[in-house]
């Protein structure tokens, strides 16, 4: 497992590299600059010459992505933002560990709520409890963040008062953008589970374990679900690193200084060092976050080798 771990390690570099080749050629190759429209009043030609010509602008793309790579891999540097006073590193670890947070309680929310209501329609199909998982499944994927955000923050917030409208630093400020964040994928968790539950417990080997009398709860538990999660285990990676450098929506409407704002701040501004670093961050914890999966896999299958070639 050690020697699997490495080499996806060291994967990770050239698919960095790739990812950040084609972030930074695709974002100079756009028409305009920084500095150009970004304000209500536009610079004079002067200042956004002397602009480009400070931050390197004027020099040959490829240039440019040399030196950037350069600073990224020898000091860890991500740049400067050209909209304001902070750097990247600065943005990246002052929203990454609030995003990293709101993630990680919105996965909680829907492996909590996913899982098990995906196992009990599953055991019961066709039945009210399974019309009703199903229900879920289909609102939680086709009512959006943005709709069910404000409903909520009615409802809780602003007539019964139990939970603060928006910012982040309490756990009762936590409550709110945590659930609307998990709750659609929760509800894709609960169609996957129920699909792969459905297609185990009618595999031969559970009819054996029923036939020799082995308990229901048992069957189901050993047996069943482990080879069920196995589907699910798949998704959830790509779910997490989403879910922690992609809840854009929740941040804005919760004014959480996360991650979320300034990626989006970055493409708004052509804010070209934010963009890369946003990027860059993401792609780095959708790597760790597949390398877990596959440790999973491992763990929950035993036939699994990581170390086979």
């Known amino acids: 497992m050690l020697s699997f771990v490495v080499r996806r390690i060291l994967w990770l570099i050239p698919v960095l590299l ?24 536009p610079l004079p030609p002067e200042t956004v010459a002397r602009l480009r010509a400070h931050y390197g602008l004027d020099d ?7 030196r950037y790579m350069q600073n990224v891999v020898l000091r860890w540097d991500l740049g400067p933002s050209y909209a304001g006073a902070r750097s990247v590193n600065e943005m990246v670890a002052g929203g990454f560990p609030i995003s990293a947070t709101l993630g990680l309680l919105g996965l909680l929310v829907a ?6 209501l995906g196992i009990t329609s599953a055991l019961n199909q066709n039945r009210a409890i399974d019309h009703f998982a199903m229900f879920f499944a289909m609102a939680g994927v086709s009512v959006p963040a943005m709709t069910l955000a404000p409903l909520l923050i009615w409802v809780f917030a602003l007539n019964l008062g139990w939970l603060p409208v928006a910012r982040w630093g309490t756990w009762q400020q936590a409550v709110m953008p945590a659930i609307i964040l998990g709750l659609g994928p929760a509800a ?6 129920r699909a792969s539950m459905l297609q185990v417990i009618r595999e031969d080997y559970i009819r054996t374990a029923r036939a020799k009398g082995v308990p229901e709860r048992r069957i189901t538990i050993r047996h069943a679900l482990k080879n069920a999660l196995i589907p699910v285990i798949t998704v959830l990676g790509p779910m997490f690193a989403g879910m922690v450098t992609g809840a854009v929506v929740i941040e804005r409407i ?8 300034y990626f989006v701040g970055g493409v708004s501004s052509r804010d070209y060092p934010v963009i ?3 990027v860059l961050v993401y792609t780095f914890f959708l ?3 597949n390398l877990a999966v596959d440790l999973a896999y491992a763990w929950v299958d035993p036939r699994i080798r990581l170390d086979q070639r």
């Open 18 to 41: 790739v990812i950040s080749l084609i972030t930074f050629f695709l974002m100079l190759s756009v028409p305009g600059n920084p500095f150009e429209g970004s304000g209500e009043v």
């Open 60 to 66: 040959p793309i490829f240039t440019q992505y040399l």
């Open 111 to 116: 492996l909590s709520i996913g899982i098990p």
């Open 188 to 193: 894709g968790l609960a169609r996957l589970t």
């Open 254 to 261: 919760f004014a959480i200084p996360g991650m979320g704002g």
């Open 276 to 278: 890369m670093g946003m």
């Open 287 to 289: 790597v760790l976050s």
